[in-house]
């Protein structure tokens, strides 16, 4: 099982509506997590950092399940430009200081 | 938010080229700098960890004498491709941290540098 996954998507959604994606992580020690933003050709972009139950801002919100082990990105009415790639990021519990990415999930909004 | 500056944002070279990469950290003291590199329509991939001061401890595969790694200070890390050849050509990304330590923080990442290698 790998660390962290994520549906690759895409997920198609029109403007307006409220979409979520989950991230599974297999080891429950894990406490800080990432979402960033990635558009094409572009860094990556934090959108928010979670080390308890959740995190909000303005339209985003994530959400920590520990005992199911993944974490929920909500958009809620959704805008053209949150058309993206969104990738979930943990730290490494390996002993190792690195991080671990999800593969990411494509989010396109459609008009 | 944090800002992380990387330079430069391309670079068009011919093959055997040296090609060096800038990694500055604007507004906080970057303990631990990370380098990536990221091909079409792939996620990124952890080339090598660099810590202020010491020796870069680099990813199973990478050649730590083609890319070498510099962190001689707590704001700068510096990437060089020696000898570039095409396959080098991609798009690398540094990013800074404060280092390890709970809670964790997240990384920033600096605006990458697009490679092309003809």
Same mark, same amino acid.
């Given at each position: 099982?790998?660390?962290?996954?994520?549906?690759?998507?895409?997920?198609?959604?029109?403007?307006?509506?409220?979409?979520?994606?989950?991230?599974?992580?297999?080891?429950?020690?894990?406490?800080?997590?990432?979402?960033?933003?990635?558009?094409?050709?572009?860094?990556?972009?934090?959108?928010?950092?979670?080390? +308890?139950?959740?995190?909000?801002?303005?339209?985003?919100?994530?959400?920590?399940?520990?005992?199911?082990?993944?974490?929920?990105?909500?958009?809620?009415? *959704?805008?053209? +430009?949150?058309?993206?790639?969104?990738?979930?990021?943990?730290?490494?519990?390996?002993?190792?200081?690195?991080?671990?990415?999800?593969?990411?999930?494509?989010?396109?909004?459609?008009? | 938010?944090?800002?992380?500056?990387?330079?430069?944002?391309?670079?068009?070279?011919?093959?055997?080229?040296?090609?060096?990469?800038?990694?500055?950290?604007?507004?906080?003291?970057?303990?631990?700098?990370?380098?990536?590199?990221?091909?079409?329509?792939?996620?990124?991939?952890?080339?090598?960890? *660099?810590?202020?001061?010491?020796?870069?401890?680099?990813?199973?595969?990478?050649?730590?004498?083609?890319?070498?790694?510099?962190?001689?200070?707590?704001?700068? *890390?510096?990437?060089?491709?020696?000898?570039?050849?095409?396959?080098?050509?991609?798009?690398?990304?540094?990013?800074?941290?404060?280092?390890?330590?709970?809670?964790?923080?997240?990384?920033?990442?600096?605006?990458?540098?697009?490679?092309?290698?003809?």
């Amino acid at each position: 099982r790998k660390e962290v996954e994520q549906d690759p998507g895409p997920f198609n959604v029109p403007e307006g509506a409220t979409v979520a994606f989950n991230c599974t992580y297999s080891n429950s020690a894990s406490q800080s997590f990432f979402w960033y933003r990635q558009d094409c050709r572009k860094e990556p972009k934090l959108l928010m950092s979670v080390y +308890s139950s959740g995190n909000e801002d303005g339209r985003f919100t994530a959400q920590l399940n520990r005992a199911s082990q993944y974490i929920s990105l909500l958009i809620r009415d *959704s805008k053209l +430009s949150d058309s993206a790639t969104y990738l979930c990021v943990t730290p490494s519990l390996s002993g190792t200081y690195k991080y671990i990415f999800g593969t990411g999930t494509r989010l396109k909004v459609l008009a | 938010g944090a800002v992380v500056s990387q330079h430069p944002s391309r670079v068009i070279c011919k093959s055997g080229t040296s090609v060096k990469i800038e990694c500055r950290s604007l507004d906080f003291q970057a303990t631990t700098m990370f380098w990536y590199r990221q091909f079409p329509k792939q996620s990124l991939m952890l080339m090598a960890t *660099s810590n202020e001061g010491s020796k870069a401890t680099y990813e199973q595969g990478v050649e730590k004498d083609k890319f070498l790694i510099n962190h001689a200070s707590l704001t700068l *890390s510096t990437l060089t491709v020696t000898s570039a050849h095409p396959e080098d050509s991609s798009f690398y990304i540094c990013s800074a941290t404060r280092g390890p330590g709970q809670p964790y923080q997240p990384q920033h990442f600096g605006d990458g540098t697009r490679l092309s290698i003809l």
